[in-house]
């Protein structure tokens, strides 16, 4: 079983849409989540961070973690052709990243 | 800029060439680390670096491969003999202990 598993889409939705992008993942021991957004032939740039369970709000963003479920989300509001790119989850435990394969979203016009 | 950069953006090498790839992490990190990504995946780990001293390396990293970072600031990255299956995006990120930031990625085409 992978430490993180996420939907790899690809996800496409009309502007003005609320998206939900999710992860699960199976070691309870891990820490710290995290979102990264990555458009095409960038590197990943870091959206969203948090390390309990709950939800954590940022603008348009909110990330949700449920530590009961091993269960994370990001949701995103208002949804922007600007926020066409491939979104990545990552939990972290000590030094240890683990990312999910990304999914892949467009939002058309 | 004071981001991460990698130097070439892209390479394209034939099959059995060497390469090496630069990164230069934000001036203040001690920590650097390499990644690997393919298409459809998230990145996978290769190195790390705290200061000077290479502390870990996954066991995706052959013996082919090899990382240095001299004088714990930039670090390169050495692929020698080169397969087709090496084509993939390098990422390198660094950190002072916290959140990663990555660079832009080094994108490998092995023909």
């Known amino acids: 079983q992978k430490e993180v598993e996420q939907d790899p889409g690809p996800l496409s939705v009309p502007e003005g849409a609320i998206v939900s992008l999710n992860c699960t993942y199976s070691?309870?021991?891990?820490?710290?989540f995290m979102w990264y957004r990555q458009y095409s032939r960038k590197g990943p740039e870091l959206l969203m961070y948090?390390?309990?369970?709950g939800n954590k709000e940022d603008g348009r963003f909110t990330a949700q973690v449920d530590k009961s479920s091993k269960y994370i989300s990001l949701f995103i509001r208002d949804s922007q052709p600007s926020d066409s790119a491939t979104y990545l989850c990552?939990?972290?435990?000590?030094?240890?990243?683990?990312f999910g394969t990304g999914t892949s979203l467009t939002v058309i016009p | 800029d004071t981001g991460v950069s990698q130097d070439p953006r892209h390479k394209i090498t034939k099959r059995g060439q060497n390469v090496t790839f630069r990164c230069d992490p934000i001036?203040?990190?001690?920590?650097l680390y390499w990644y690997r990504q393919t298409l459809g995946q998230g990145p996978e780990f290769l190195t790390y670096?705290?200061?000077?001293?290479?502390?870990?390396k996954s066991r995706l990293l052959s013996d082919r491969f090899s990382a240095e970072r001299p004088k714990g600031s930039f670090s390169t990255l050495e692929i020698q003999r080169t397969e087709q299956g090496d084509s993939a995006m390098y990422l390198c990120?660094?950190?002072?202990?916290?959140?990663?930031?990555f660079g832009p990625g080094t994108r490998l085409t092995v023909t």
């Open positions: 948090t390390y309990s369970s």
């Open positions: 001036s203040e990190h001690n920590r």
């Open positions: 990120a660094s950190s002072s202990g916290g959140q990663r930031v």
């Open positions: 990552a939990i972290v435990t000590g030094n240890q990243f683990y």
């Open positions: 670096f705290q200061n000077e001293a290479q502390l870990e």
């Open positions: 070691n309870s021991a891990f820490q710290y």
